[in-house]
T-cell receptor, first 117, second 116 residues
């Protein structure tokens, strides 16, 4: 069964510094995708970045990048030049391929990031 | 602004009330989802609609009743809820639920539900 593990319940980072949020996953499938979502205290879940298992390059979207290490089954999110607005809960997720009629997302427990001025 | 719109943003209801949560998307997505989320926890899947048909019910109590009137709309009808049902209810949509691992689910802002 697929599983996502985020081992950092909470993290602090100084404004303008970079921060890495850890995510490890467990799957026996060869083809899979990993997603990162941001959830501010207001509640909306914002899709940030996607990494496919066959992608040769690490995904990047603006200040967000994914440090994808397939052999280690890790997909860490790197946020460069942190801003106060980055303070939020961050979830790593993957689609459950056994739900072939549902596309269910399997989420990690999340990491709460606080950016200090 | 999110492309998935949920109304209302906040809802307070008594245990005997009947209310509905609404979700709308205009991205042409054919899969829509309801999630329940408790504070500081990940979302938990409740229902999935694929091409307007209910494809997954995660053993949700019958006091929650989903409805998909058309490909753009998703409702969640609530009746006789319990205090433990107080949570953030998130709607999401994706292009297609059946194929591909790289389709993100796009979420709405959620409805914060409080049961008195």
């Amino acid at each position: 069964a697929q599983k996502i593990t985020q081992t950092q319940p909470g993290m602090f980072v100084q404004e303008k510094e970079a921060v890495t949020l850890d995510c490890t996953y467990d799957t026996s499938d060869q083809s899979y995708g990993l997603f990162w979502y941001k959830q501010p205290s207001s509640g909306e879940m914002i899709f940030l970045i996607y990494q496919g298992s066959y992608d040769e390059q690490n995904a990047t979207e603006g200040r967000y990048s994914l440090n994808f290490q397939k052999a280690r089954k890790s997909a860490n999110l790197v946020i460069s030049a942190s801003q106060l607005g980055d303070s939020a809960m961050y979830f790593c997720a993957m689609r459950d391929p056994t739900y072939n009629q549902g596309g269910k997302l399997i989420f990690g427990q999340g990491t709460e990031l606080s950016v200090k001025p | 602004d999110t492309e998935v719109t949920q109304t209302p943003k906040h809802l307070v209801m008594g245990m005997t009330n009947k209310k509905s949560l609404k979700c709308e998307q205009h991205m042409g997505h054919r899969a829509m989802y309801w999630y329940k989320q408790k504070a500081k926890k990940p979302p938990e899947l409740m229902f999935v609609y694929s091409y307007e048909k209910l494809s997954i019910n995660e053993s949700v109590p019958s006091r929650f009743s989903p409805e998909c009137p058309n490909s753009s709309l998703l409702n969640l009808h609530l009746h006789a809820l319990q205090p433990e049902d107080s949570a953030l209810y998130l709607c999401a949509s994706s292009q297609d639920s059946q194929t591909g691992t790289n389709q993100p689910q796009h979420f709405g802002d959620g409805t914060r539900l409080s049961i008195l």
